[in-house]
Structure formats: C-alpha cells, structure tokens
C-alpha cells in the first residue's frame, strides 16, 4: 500500500481561536486546568452518545449497554487526546482532532461488544456461504460456479495462513474487522493489510486461471 | 447482500478483490481523518483530490469510513 497521505508533508499551521483556548486550558495549572479536563470530557461524552446512537440501528445494541460503549469511549478517547496533546499541530480545528479519537474508541468499544454475544465463531470454515456474501443466486450456479471453485483453490494455495484466517473471519463470517483487532490482540492497520494483501492474491490467481479478465494497463 | 445474477454476483466478486495501489491503509487514513474530514465537508472533491490515497482506502474499509461518516456528523451537531 502507499504512504504519505496527504500527498505532502505539511507542517505547523496558525491555530484558529478556540483551538488555542482548548490547549491553553489543557496545558494550564490548578483550576483552570481542572475547568479545561471538565469541558472537555463534556464534549467527548457528548459526542460519543451522539456517535453511538448514530451507530446503533446498525449494530442490534441499545440501553444501557449502548450508554456503556459511549461512555467507555469517551474515557479512552480523553486519555488518548491528553497523551497526544504535544502532537495537535493544528491540522484542523482541536474539537474534529478530538472527535476522531471519540469515532476511533466508539469502533474499538463496539467490536469488543461483538464478543458478547458472537453470531459465529471467527475460525469456522463454513464455504457454502461464500456464494451468498457476494450475492450470487443460486438460480445462476452454473454462471459462477467455477469462480467460487476458483476462489476456494486461491485461497488454499495462495494464501498464507494469517491471510486465510483473516480472509474467513471477515468474508466467510462476516466477523467486523475490529473484532477480529480485539480477538487478535491486532490492530486495524494490520488486519486490513492481510486483507488487502489476501484480495490482491486471489485476484492474482483467478486472473492466472482465466477466471477472471486481466484488464490491468498494460496486460 | 441481495442475490443477482451470475454476471453482476461475480461483477460484485470482482470489484471486491480490485485493490487500489494507492490505498494508504487505516493507520494512515486514521492520522489525518480529522483534517480529511474537515476539507471533506468543505469541499468533499478537493479532498479527494488532496488526499488521493486516503480517499482510495476510505471507499474500500467500512471501518473507516464509517469513522468519516462519523466524524462528519460530529462537526454538524
């Protein structure tokens, strides 16, 4: 994959006036610190209900256990922007730099909650669903039949088996990606990577057998 | 997922496995999704265009996209 996000090192930039105030409230002593560390665990508590109530059609939670992930993240999400305060450079207003570490802890919090109550177990091996989580109708299997054969062999023989177990836990069992970080003691990047990488491989390999069109430039 | 016919399931098969060389991964994407976000609400194809990578792996992770989407809601409220 590629680096350098924005496509250039950008540097230090003039902070906006209630950025500054944020961060001299947080870096002040005594009380005026101590008013900062309130008004800003008040702003992360709100936003992680607003996020969480936001998520939640999606997610099958509500109640107290949705109170629960929102104020867990909040929590983290105070410790993670006090820790990293000496790195806001003023990219962006200090309120978005917080609220990111709000969606990141709400997305952490919520993939441990899968935990509790697991729809399948991340490891098993269950093939005949593979059709279905492309939607490919069984009405049609003799359009796709040899692809999914091919998908199968692909991810037998070219797959490492760290890729292989990433690829089942997400595709076949549609375990979300941040649980399988909890269930790996990983993290995103990582898993995404294995993912990217068991994706790339198989295309590879459906492509090598003509199962798929190469239609790369230059092909 | 909806079931379609052959051509479209394996078409949806196809676009799935495509990786995008530019994809800059989570770790990345998560480091500037704040300022992402922030021109993304500006002017959503100027960050796309400023941001090429990450943009190229927020339309390819539901995770973090769903943290954008977020992050979005979040500077409205």
Not at chain 1, 18 to 27: C, G, I, M, V
Not at chain 1, 61 to 90: C, H, N, Y
Request: some cysteine; glycine content about 6%.
């Amino acid at each position: 994959m590629a680096s350098d996000p924005a496509g250039t090192t950008q540097g230090a930039r003039l902070l906006d006036a209630d950025s500054a105030q944020w961060l001299e409230e947080l870096t002040a002593q005594g009380a005026a610190r101590e008013a900062g560390l309130a008004r800003l665990h008040d702003l992360l508590t709100r936003a992680a209900h607003r996020e969480v109530r936001r998520r939640a059609p999606r997610l099958g939670i509500a109640g107290p256990e949705l109170d629960d992930i929102a104020d867990q993240a909040a929590s983290d999400a105070m410790l993670a922007v006090l820790a990293k305060l000496d790195g806001f450079r003023g990219e962006s207003r200090f309120t978005t730099w917080a609220y990111a570490f709000v969606m990141f802890e709400v997305s952490a919090k919520v993939g441990r909650h899968f935990w509790r109550h697991p729809t399948v177990a991340m490891d098993t091996e269950d093939w005949d669903r593979l059709p279905d989580r492309f939607g490919l109708d069984p009405a049609h299997t003799a359009e796709w039949s040899d692809l999914v054969v091919g998908v199968r062999r692909a991810v037998d023989e070219a797959l490492t088996p760290h890729q292989r177990r990433i690829f089942v836990a997400l595709v076949l069992n549609h375990t979300p990606l941040d649980s399988v970080v909890v269930e790996l003691d990983s993290n995103r990047n990582a898993i995404y990577k294995a993912l990217f990488d068991a994706r790339r491989k198989i295309r590879a390999f459906l492509v090598a057998n003509d199962l798929l069109a190469d239609d790369t430039p230059g092909s | 997922m909806d079931a379609t016919d052959g051509s479209e399931g394996t078409a949806a098969l196809d676009r799935f496995l495509r990786t995008d060389p530019a994809d800059v991964g989570c770790g990345d994407a998560m480091t500037v999704l704040h300022e992402y976000a922030e021109l993304a609400d500006r002017d959503p194809a100027l960050a796309e265009a400023r941001y090429a990578g990450v943009a190229a792996h927020l339309a390819a992770c539901g995770p973090c996209s769903e943290d954008l989407a977020g992050l979005l809601a979040a500077l409205h409220d």
